[in-house]
């Protein structure tokens, strides 16, 4: 959520800012609903101001007549503050509302520009495999080894699903595993999160009411399947007031995330690139203002180095301002590259998202002993997408046989073995 005090002292900047993103809005809604608000409190005030006066001046009272007609008068105001109060209420409902639509303003590193074709690549890190031979895309690779079942999981769930089967099925918990220890030895404190939390946590974390058509969800249990660790881990320390040297907090979880998201059939969706169940390790970091930067360059760093253990190539690109996510400042991409698919796969989102989440889940930090608390930032990263990062294993290490060499640093949950199939 934006700070109201920015949109009113600077209405003109935050409205560019908006437009930067593609994103209209017309904020002088925000601006009459605020004022509106403003001028009913202080009228609200007044009259409370007036009852407390005039209450105690008819304690002092000793006419009966004056007194009574005093008495009725209150009555009156006392009404009239009932009234003003719903009206607060009322007002201040419809404000909110309008500020959750709100994205968070772009970092003025954000280069601009209006959908993917705009972000820029900053790094490129590793080789391209010479392979003697044409590689195959996952698909065939999982099918031919019996690692991934693609009929059986229609069968289960429906299209977009799919069954890891023995070697398959260890080699996406080893990844899982590997993640989760090299995040620690990084310096997160791992976490086991409910897979499913309530509504609130989605506002929150910036996904509601936006991207309500993709969660799944049941109204009546108000229980919400996760789309990202993201959501819960923002909510951890919500309306908690953090003392300074706690700061920064470093947490990694791994969740299985649910996304209802619509997408056409075809090369972009083949394998398992895209499904509305996957796994994924997240970074999350809660960290003073100033320091959020070099916060984010750290989990930018840490992300990369789980890719270059795996032995991946990958490349960097930083978003634009028209591909930024809704609750982000300034994000990197990082894409391994996957020869059988002949594309580049993003595997991780790493985003600062300033005081946006903060402010949604009032999530303060304390400067000093008896200081003023203030919003702390936030930042996420995934750390990293397992079905993509699967993919990337599976296609850079297949074989002209078909076989598939298992990463190093993968072997000590693969019972030692060194090959699939």
Request: aromatic share 8%.
């Amino acid at each position: 959520m934006l700070d109201i005090e920015l949109i009113r002292q600077d209405t003109e900047y935050v409205q560019d800012a908006l437009a930067v993103r593609g994103t209209e809005f017309n904020i002088e809604k925000i601006i009459n609903l605020d004022k509106q608000r403003r001028d009913l409190l202080k009228e609200t005030e007044g009259l409370k101001a007036k009852r407390n006066t005039t209450s105690k001046n008819i304690g002092r009272m000793e006419n009966d007549e004056d007194r009574s007609s005093l008495v009725a008068d209150m009555r009156k105001v006392g009404e009239k503050i009932s009234q003003l109060d719903q009206q607060v209420r009322g007002t201040e409902s419809k404000l909110n509302a309008l500020m959750l639509e709100l994205p968070n303003i772009p970092d003025a590193d954000t280069p601009q520009g209006t959908n993917d074709s705009d972000n820029v690549t900053i790094k490129v890190f590793g080789k391209e495999n010479d392979f003697n031979f044409t590689p195959k895309p996952h698909w065939e690779l999982g099918s031919d080894l019996g690692i991934i079942d693609f009929e059986r999981g229609v069968k289960l769930s429906g299209s977009r699903f799919y069954v890891l089967n023995n070697a398959g099925a260890r080699l996406q918990r080893a990844l899982i595993s590997f993640m989760l220890d090299l995040h620690t030895r990084q310096g997160y404190s791992e976490c086991y999160l409910p897979f499913m939390v309530k509504e609130v946590n989605f506002t929150t974390a910036g996904q509601l009411p936006k991207f309500s058509d993709n969660i799944y969800h049941d109204v009546e249990d108000d229980a919400w399947f996760v789309t990202t660790a993201e959501v819960p881990l923002t909510n951890l320390h919500r309306d908690e007031i953090l003392e300074n040297d706690t700061l920064p907090l470093y947490y990694t979880a791994y969740t299985p995330c649910f996304r209802r998201e619509k997408v056409t059939a075809g090369k972009e969706v083949r394998g398992i690139k895209r499904g509305h169940q996957f796994d994924k390790v997240e970074m999350y970091a809660l960290t003073h203002p100033e320091e959020s930067y070099k916060v984010l360059e750290k989990m930018l760093a840490d992300a990369e180095e789980t890719c270059i253990k795996l032995g991946l190539r990958y490349r960097v690109r930083r978003l634009c301002s028209g591909d930024l996510g809704f609750g982000s400042r300034i994000t990197y991409d990082i894409e391994v590259w996957a020869p059988g698919c002949n594309e580049w796969l993003e595997v991780s989102s790493v985003s600062n998202c300033g005081d946006f989440q903060s402010r949604r889940a009032n999530t303060r930090f304390r400067p000093k002993k008896g200081a003023k608390s203030k919003y702390l930032h936030t930042l996420n990263g995934s750390g990293l997408g397992v079905p993509r990062t699967l993919i990337a294993v599976l296609e850079n290490n297949q074989r002209q046989d078909g076989t598939i060499t298992i990463p190093e640093v993968l072997r000590p949950w693969m019972s030692g073995e060194d090959s699939i199939g």
